[in-house]
């Protein structure tokens, strides 16, 4: 494990960035719609568009990962979840499952990469220190490192007494890429961990003897915690706040563009990455 704040020093320099927090949406929404935006945004930014910070929340969604869509019975899992009203996608960017509602903040931030060189460690420590240094009002003890038996685990899990809060991951295109992360603030994490233990356990079906196991993450529900369970943080609004403050002291809040709110070919993109990531294999 290692100290946010220790290793944020290691970390690049924030660019100044336009904020964009899209608005709450409705259990309607399909949750692949924020991830296409991003796919929309990530390509402008790669042709000369100002670096974004995107927030969003969905009130109730599963999104999972590449390898989860592969498990054996993934297609009847994920029907599943949605006729309990839940809105499910198999993510563009890596890592694991994640249960989403009104207490989770997600957070990407949309960078150029005109070189075509990424740093992948100083990337997640960036957004790491961003998340660790939001929290400092209530907690100075976010470490990074992989919390075994969490949901989405990777090596920089942020995490508060070995509980995990945050998982961190990444999406690159050809000239921009997007670090993207999921905040537990309100609620309960062992909630989450339990309805992501469930989809894995019907996704993966009862394995006969003798047959190899299918790989997915073994979930254990005392692994995870919001920042209201850990720190006390009160609000996703709260958390957010001392978030601008942050940004707002290492970089300049550009005003957004007006074409980020209304994308063009939005529903094209979405249907483009179902067809990608969310067909039959």
Same mark, same amino acid.
């Given at each position: ?62 999104? =999972? ?20 009203? @839940? ?6 960017? *890596? ?51 992989? =919390? @075994?038996?969490?949901?989405?685990? *990777? ?12 998982? =961190? ?83 300049? =809040? ?28």
């Amino acid at each position: 494990m290692e100290n946010v704040h220790s290793s944020a020093e290691k970390t690049t320099a924030l660019p100044n960035l336009q904020w964009y927090e899209a608005p709450l949406t409705d259990t309607r929404m399909d949750v692949l719609s924020p991830l296409a935006w991003e796919e929309l945004a990530c390509r402008q930014v790669g042709k000369g568009a100002a670096p974004v910070l995107h927030l969003w929340r969905h009130p109730a969604a599963l999104v =999972i990962g590449h390898r989860d869509r592969r498990l054996p019975y993934a297609p009847q899992a994920m029907e599943r979840v949605r006729s309990a009203g @839940t809105s499910v996608c198999v993510r563009p960017s *890596g890592g694991a499952a994640v249960m989403l509602d009104r207490g989770v903040l997600n957070l990407s931030l949309i960078l150029p990469n005109p070189q075509r060189a990424i740093s992948l460690n100083e990337d997640f420590r960036l957004m790491a220190g961003l998340i660790a240094d939001a929290l400092a009002p209530w907690s100075a003890e976010a470490q990074t490192g992989e =919390i @075994t038996g969490s949901f989405c685990p *990777g090596d920089y899990d942020v995490s508060v007494r070995g509980r995990k809060f945050c998982g =961190i991951a990444q999406r690159r295109q050809a000239k921009a890429y997007i670090i993207t992360a999921f905040v537990m603030i309100e609620g309960s994490g062992a909630e989450r961990a339990q309805a992501v233990q469930q989809f894995y356990a019907a996704a993966a079906g009862d394995t006969p003897a003798g047959a190899p196991q299918p790989d997915y993450p073994l979930v254990n529900p005392a692994t995870m915690g919001s920042l209201a369970e850990l720190a006390g943080v009160p609000s996703v609004e709260a958390y957010t706040a001392s978030l601008r403050r942050v940004i707002e002291s290492r970089a300049t =809040i550009l005003s957004v563009d007006g074409s980020l709110a209304q994308p063009q070919g939005l529903a094209e993109q979405m249907a483009a990455l179902r067809e990608r990531y969310d067909s039959q294999v």
